[in-house]
């Protein structure tokens, strides 16, 4: 049975492999990476990212914003682990329609426009 487009979209898309051609990661990074938890992940970059703004962090409400970048970074990894909207929805937990509504809001097709050709 062939997949529709819609149903397909997700199918070998890669975060990995998109920041690697961004030049941001490599093999390395991503090993050194996986031995960090979440937190200490987020708190690594926060740390990183005030030293080199002088503690501005951005401009924006970090507190009130922090559930939304995390749903974001969610909803990146779930694109890049599944093969396509069926099972993206099924770990997320969350409805078609909702789906359609983070696709647009998040831009993925934009984000991975190179690799959806």
Same mark, same amino acid.
């Given at each position: 049975?062939?997949? +529709?487009?819609? @149903?397909?979209?997700?199918?070998? *898309?890669?975060? #990995? !492999?998109? $920041?690697?051609?961004?030049?941001?990661?490599?093999?390395?990074?991503?090993?050194?990476?996986?031995?960090? +938890?979440?937190? @200490?992940?987020?708190?690594?970059? *926060?740390?990183? #990212? !005030?030293? $080199?703004?002088?503690?501005?962090?951005?401009?924006?409400?970090?507190?009130?914003?922090?559930?939304?970048?995390?749903?974001?970074?969610?909803?990146?990894?779930?694109?890049?682990? #599944?093969?396509?909207?069926?099972?993206?929805?099924?770990?997320?937990?969350?409805?078609?329609?909702?789906?359609?509504?983070?696709?647009?809001?998040?831009?993925?097709?934009?984000?991975?426009?190179?690799?959806?050709?």
């Amino acid at each position: 049975m062939k997949e +529709t487009r819609a @149903e397909g979209f997700s199918r070998n *898309l890669s975060f #990995s !492999s998109k $920041l690697r051609k961004e030049g941001k990661s490599n093999e390395a990074f991503e090993i050194m990476l996986s031995t960090l +938890t979440l937190e @200490e992940l987020i708190a690594l970059k *926060l740390e990183c #990212s !005030s030293r $080199l703004t002088s503690g501005r962090l951005y401009g924006f409400n970090l507190w009130h914003n922090t559930v939304n970048i995390a749903k974001e970074a969610v909803y990146n990894a779930v694109i890049s682990i #599944s093969n396509n909207n069926r099972e993206s929805r099924r770990i997320l937990g969350i409805t078609e329609q909702t789906f359609n509504t983070l696709k647009s809001r998040y831009k993925i097709r934009d984000s991975y426009s190179e690799e959806l050709e």
